[in-house]
């Protein structure tokens, strides 16, 4: 099992609300990527960060915003829920660090995000 | 436009055969595949590799093998056990415009039959 972690696991929330997914990793991946998941279908990159301080958008668009302050800490934010936004979450790491592998991303548990 | 994807969405193999999962990709510039596995609630698990310099790499049971003529990747699974029902899922790593991402394929859904 990869050292990441994702909180919550499930989160039920109504129309409007400010949300943050937690991600963190202990393995010291310099490369973080959040992914978006509907069920049983493929995965879809929409934020990245190489490095603190720096975040790019994925290749799916998504009114979500991302930080990266820690090394090992990269939270995803959507200011306003909305249903449209009902899916699961994804947190993965890649990088330099002890005995990972570089260039393969390692995932967490993942957040199923329903929105009401 | 470029894609990874599978050839199957779904696939079910008796108890103690060997499953074999297929994925095509169409961007030769990839030099790195991963296979995922997902078990229902959780998150992908990284399963084995392969760079685009080798043909065959094997791992305990798995086995992938790369054929880089006709851009495909498939993962073999020797004596599939109740344990592996999942989803496959194969990644390719891309270069694009001075970053690598990985592209996932739709995923294939292997349910083994006691």
């Known amino acids: 099992e990869a050292d990441i972690y994702q909180t919550p696991r499930y989160l039920v929330i109504g129309t409007g609300k400010k949300i943050t997914l937690e991600c963190s990793q202990t393995m010291g991946h310099d490369k973080m990527y959040w992914y978006q998941q509907d069920p049983g279908m493929e995965l879809h990159l929409i934020h990245y960060?190489?490095?603190?301080?720096?975040?790019e958008k994925g290749d799916l668009s998504s009114e979500s915003t991302v930080s990266r302050i820690r090394t090992e800490h990269f939270p995803l934010t959507l200011e306003s829920a909305r249903p449209s936004h009902t899916s699961q979450y994804l947190c993965?790491?890649?990088?330099?660090?002890?005995?990972?592998?570089?260039?393969?991303?390692?995932f967490g548990p993942g957040t199923r995000l329903t929105v009401l | 436009g470029e894609s990874v994807g599978l050839h199957l969405p779904t696939l079910s193999v008796q108890e103690g055969d060997n499953s074999i999962i297929n994925c095509a990709y169409s961007?030769?510039?990839?030099?790195?595949f991963i296979w995922y596995k997902q078990e229902s609630g959780k998150g992908p698990q990284f399963i084995i590799d392969?760079?685009?310099?080798?043909d065959k790499r094997q791992g305990q049971r798995v086995t992938v093998l790369l054929n880089k003529t006709v851009k495909h990747l498939s993962l073999q699974i020797a004596a599939t056990q109740p344990g592996d029902s999942a989803v496959y899922f194969c990644?390719?790593?891309?270069?694009?415009?001075?970053?690598?991402?990985?592209?996932f394929g739709k995923g294939t859904k292997l349910t083994v039959n006691p």
């Open positions: 960060s190489y490095g603190v301080n720096s975040t």
């Open positions: 961007n030769s510039a990839s030099d790195y």
């Open positions: 392969i760079r685009s310099n080798m």
């Open positions: 990644a390719e790593n891309r270069a694009q415009g001075g970053s690598e991402k990985l592209v």
């Open positions: 993965a790491s890649s990088g330099r660090g002890g005995a990972y592998i570089t260039d393969t991303q390692y």
